[in-house]
């Protein structure tokens, strides 16, 4: 029997407590509410008119500034990444986090504080299961500072860090797999550093006015300055790995993958995450289970035959079964064994020419761009093809849809549209397609 699906989790109650903003040096409480299936994390601006919620997600990203700050309109939340950490690391995935002003409380510098408050009050499981992003191809972001992170395929979500400072001093890796427990034991209490370098630049630019030893650890050349002793010989590169996953929290899909990260920072950790959500963004338009269709929601064979010139067997669409938007538009092809190329293409090994991959993409965005004139009185040529990538072939057997997409239009004679194909939820092919129209 299957097994059962991972459910989403809420706080069992509230909790809260109050300390002083690391960047701000604002004094500032703090309360974990629990929230709904579905709801995600959101941090509530308690101390402004209305009480503003900000979702936390990659598209609300505003900067990443020594830490990550989230907004909608002009409301900020600054330094959301160690309480999102806690919350996502320890299983919390609907929550309400509420201030009473634009930044939490630092605490300690590290995420223990959050982990005690989730512990205090303890999680409860709902009704609903977990969305999760499984890595299935090779994500990877690099920056100008020497930051490059990779996200591979793997059953669990594991990081693998590399941290090192300035002349490669105090270099330090770290690899584990992600469990609540592994994160309370091992991550949540490595506190935030900072190079003595940085210290006057950030000053300059109005930050950490809250920051001290009693929750920072500052390097100066060889010598580390804190309260305390380090807590971990390795302290930096945990802390880290910290950041990654508060960063990555933004998702707001629980990834199923190995990160693997030099020298990571906000930013980059930042793209990273804009790369997964890019990424579930696709995955979502094309893993919609298609019925096909009849009637009133795209064409038939019929009326496909009336627009476009083709026929038997350069005709590669069966029918449209949608038009989505006034730009968007879905085609399909059934592929089968009686396909007149399968005798000459690898005919020991049958596999669906590209170029005909390509064909079938420019005669659903040639309807398309029909269907958005109103007029069969010109006709369509296909002129050039840009980002053409074959990524998994096309059997006998497959049912292809065929998505087109309108990008940009110069009068009535140009046109260019973005266009992949689908086999069971899976792009196999894609392409930017560009048209010029003459009568006919």
């Keep these: 029997m299957p097994a059962s699906p991972e459910l989403q989790h809420t706080l069992g109650k509230t909790s809260g407590f109050s300390g002083t903003a690391l960047h701000t040096g604002e004094k500032v409480t703090l309360k974990l509410h629990p929230a709904p299936v579905d709801h995600g994390i959101k941090f509530r601006r308690k101390d402004l008119q209305d009480e503003p919620t900000i979702d936390a997600k990659i598209e609300n990203l505003k900067t990443v500034e020594r830490a990550t700050t ?63 992003f499984d890595v299935r191809e090779t994500i990877h972001v690099g920056s100008k500072t020497g930051a490059l992170l990779v996200l591979l395929p793997d059953d669990k979500f594991r990081i693998s860090c590399t941290q090192t400072g300035p002349n490669n001093q105090f270099t330090q890796f770290l690899s584990l797999e992600l469990t609540p427990a592994i994160f309370e034991r091992e991550i949540a209490p490595a506190r935030t550093f900072v190079y003595y370098e940085d210290v006057k630049p950030l000053m300059d630019k109005n930050l950490i006015k809250g920051g001290s030893l009693e929750n920072a650890i500052v390097v100066r050349g060889e010598a580390v300055l804190s309260k305390e002793p380090l807590r971990f010989a390795d302290e930096f590169v945990r802390h880290k790995i910290l950041d990654i996953i508060g960063d990555l929290a933004l998702v707001g899909r629980r990834v199923r993958g190995h990160v693997v990260a030099i020298k990571p920072g906000h930013a980059a950790n930042a793209d990273l995450a804009r790369a997964v959500a890019r990424e579930q963004k696709r995955r979502s338009a094309v893993a919609v289970t298609r019925a096909i269709p009849s009637g009133d929601g795209g064409l038939d064979i019929d009326e496909v035959m009336q627009i476009l010139p083709h026929r038997f067997p350069f005709l590669m669409v069966d029918r449209i079964i949608s038009f989505e938007t006034e730009t968007k538009c879905v085609g399909v092809k059934t592929v089968t064994i009686n396909e007149p190329f399968f005798q000459g293409h690898f005919p020991g090994h049958p596999v669906m020419p590209g170029v005909m991959q390509v064909e079938a993409m420019a005669q659903v965005a040639s309807i398309l761009l029909f269907k958005l004139a109103k007029s069969t009185s010109r006709i369509g040529y296909f002129m050039s093809a840009d980002g053409v990538k074959f990524r998994k072939p096309v059997l006998p057997g497959d049912t292809i849809f065929i998505h087109a997409e309108l990008t940009k239009s110069r009068g009535e004679r140009l046109a260019k549209a973005k266009c992949y194909c689908v086999v069971n939820d899976t792009v196999v092919s894609e392409g930017e397609l560009m048209f010029t129209f003459l009568d006919k």
């Design 70 to 132: 989230i907004g909608e309109g002009p409301v900020r939340v600054h330094t959301v990444e160690h309480v999102l950490a806690a919350l996502w690391a320890m299983g919390v995935d609907n929550a309400i986090v509420e201030m009473d002003a634009n930044e939490p409380p630092i605490g300690d510098g590290s995420a223990q504080p959050y982990v005690d408050l989730i512990r205090k009050v303890g999680v409860t499981a709902q009704e609903e299961p977990r969305k999760f």
